[in-house]
């Protein structure tokens, strides 16, 4: 299986976390060279595992280039695709950054992939000691917390053809980029089910031409 490997030199100064951090702060954050070295940039080829289901993992990265897919495994060894991670967004497990946790699903790379890891440890000590950082952390958890919820409010209240016509909205670059098997574990749908539900969207699509 690929594997992650640890490229040696540091993220560039203005890397994907520095952007998230400060956006989110909205300005400068002080002491961000206590942080800086503490993130490792990661390399990683297309089907490499970021991080195991159930594993000891304190870490939030950021995707600095490619795409992560984010996933539960059933007792049986099925799959459920929780969310994807694209370029400029962030991830982890947050059961696995409490105390003694572990990840509640796995991530992988559907591309190569440039990741940037932090341990979320230095990120806490931060924002215990600086208001601008917890401002920053706050953002950010809102963020996370907002798209946990539309994702929730589509898989309960829109129809299987809906819930695709809302991902093409919300990522209108995605779909080229995920396998169709991927993307119909994502809004709950068979391959085939969501095969039939494409060739309709697009008929329909190229009627209204």
Known sequence: MPSLTEVNRPPAASGAWQRLLESAAGGPLPDWDQLAPHIALKALPAGATVFDQGTKHPYIYAVRE????LSYIDDNG???V???ASEGRFFASI???Q????????STAIEASQLERLPYRILNELASRHLAW???VQQMT???ASRKEARERDLLTLTPEGRYRAFLADNPAMEKRIAQKDLARYLGLTPVGLNRIVTRVRR???QQV
């Open 66 to 69: 490619g795409l992560i897919k």
């Open 78 to 80: 099925g799959e459920w």
């Open 82 to 84: 929780k969310s994807f």
């Open 95 to 97: 059961a696995a950054l």
């Open 99 to 106: 105390a003694d946790g572990r990840t509640s699903f796995m």
């Open 134 to 136: 917890a401002r920053a």
């Open 142 to 144: 809102m963020l996370f």
């Open 204 to 206: 329909t699509s190229a």
